[in-house]
């Protein structure tokens, strides 16, 4: 599935995530079978089972291994972050988009990682070093946000995956509507690289 797709499927998601009038719930967790229908039994973080659902022509966006040194000035980035103690955003995790993604959910809105965190998706425009890690500025279309990070902060890169990527092991995140047996139909797939655990 190329960058293309992937960038579309991207932008519905966070759109949905915004405004659909469908709840979504959001999984986290790690696969546990895979059938021949495209559905997949996994265990969630809190260890709940679950049931994803998961159409022959969704895109599946992959996480890959990245570094503080490819958290580049001019990069388009996603960071999940909580407030700190200046008045600033402290990171959860990055997670660098490929140029063709660009763009993919830009601004600044809550999210769910943890109580209070927020998610800024935008252009890295300044990093500046300081003794403590780096401070991030993510400029997006309307503002900015003042992010620290530090050399424990999870740090991954987005790439276009395949069908081929979701199996036994892997871990996974996958939001969408739940259907009324339970399980959920995918709307955004996001799965590990090799044992990389996506920390978004």
Do not use: C
């Amino acid at each position: 599935m190329g960058l293309r797709l992937l960038s579309a499927a991207f932008a519905l998601a966070f759109a949905s995530a915004a405004f659909a009038q469908t709840p979504s719930v959001t999984l986290r967790g790690t696969i546990e079978t895979v059938s021949a229908d495209g559905a997949l039994t996994m265990k969630t973080r809190a260890g709940e089972a679950a049931t994803v659902r998961v159409k022959p022509d969704l895109p599946i966006a992959l996480v890959v291994p990245a570094t503080l040194a490819d958290v580049k000035q001019g990069s388009f980035i996603g960071v999940a972050a909580v407030p700190a103690g200046d008045g600033g955003l402290k990171a959860l995790e990055v997670h660098i988009f490929p140029e063709a993604l660009r763009g993919t959910g830009e601004g600044y809105r809550p999210f769910d990682l943890a109580p209070g965190s927020s998610m800024t998706n935008g252009n890295l425009s300044a990093r500046v070093e300081g003794v403590e890690g780096s401070t991030l500025t993510v400029n997006y279309h309307g503002g900015q946000q003042t992010i620290h990070i530090d050399a424990k902060t999870p740090i991954v890169g987005i790439a276009s995956g395949s069908r081929a990527d979701l199996k036994p092991g892997a871990a996974l995140i996958a939001r969408g509507a739940r259907a009324e047996d339970g399980a959920v139909e995918a709307a955004r797939i996001i799965v590990g690289k090799d044992g990389v655990v996506p920390p978004m």
